[in-house]
């Protein structure tokens, strides 16, 4: 069964940090991009950031980047994403999801797994 756990949400002050993991059974972990994408009330899903663990590829799209950076521990099949300077606008659900690796690089479309949802709120 392919599983894709995230965890580490919670509640902190603008300003403040999160770290997010994305942990990946079931599947080979080498094969796989990984990305996350977070969803707040009453607006579409994102992806804001992905990663290549095998070659170590990431992208950032324009409003985390800078603040937010994503890594993997391929030893341990896990994906993280560490948020600095948080915003209330950060405020939404956080998920990551997973695409098998066909090219270069990592995608925000055409996700072939998708884990449960961690929230992250980030108070004024």
């Known amino acids: 069964e392919v599983q894709l756990q995230a965890s580490g949400g919670g509640l902190v002050q603008a300003g403040g940090s999160l770290r997010l993991s994305c942990k990946v059974s079931?599947?080979?972990?080498?094969?796989?991009?990984i990305t996350w994408f977070r969803q707040a009330p009453g607006k579409e899903r994102e992806g804001i950031s992905c990663?290549?663990?095998?070659?170590?590829?990431?992208h950032y799209k324009d409003t985390v980047k800078g603040r937010f950076t994503i890594s993997s521990d391929n030893a341990k099949n896990t994906v993280y994403l560490q948020m600095n300077s948080l915003k209330p606008e950060d405020t939404a659900t956080y998920y990551c999801?997973?695409?098998?690796?066909?090219?270069?690089?990592?995608?925000?479309?055409?996700?072939?797994?998708w884990g449960e949802g961690t929230q992250v709120t980030v108070s004024s």
């Open positions: 999801a997973a695409q098998v690796i066909v090219t270069a690089g990592c995608q925000y479309y055409g996700m072939d797994y």
């Open positions: 079931g599947i080979t972990f080498d094969d796989y991009a």
């Open positions: 990663i290549s663990p095998t070659d170590g590829y990431r």
